[in-house]
């Protein structure tokens, strides 16, 4: 693990839990995270970086359920695939 990308309201119990093990951004939100891991794999200098994106809880805070995190998240890639 390179970097943790914590969203929604468990991401500072997150955060503490990693505490210095690896790095981390609070990104508060999946759209943001996704701009954020994306930015950061460009900039990493491997031949080819690998961005896995794993919920670790649910995220009832932000979205409906799963499958409306899973269509946002194919939205926000899709958008960075278009730019």
């Known amino acids: 693990i390179r970097k943790a990308y914590l969203i929604g309201e468990a991401a500072q119990e997150f955060a503490g839990v990693i505490g210095s093990a690896f790095p981390f951004s609070m990104s508060l939100t999946l759209e943001n995270a996704v701009h954020e891991a994306t930015v950061d794999a460009m900039c990493c200098k491997a031949k080819e970086a690998v961005v896995l994106f794993s ?14 995190r899973g269509e946002a998240f194919v939205s926000f890639v899709m958008q960075l695939k278009e730019s």
């Open 55 to 68: 919920p670790a809880c649910a995220s009832y805070d932000q979205f409906k359920n799963y499958e409306v």
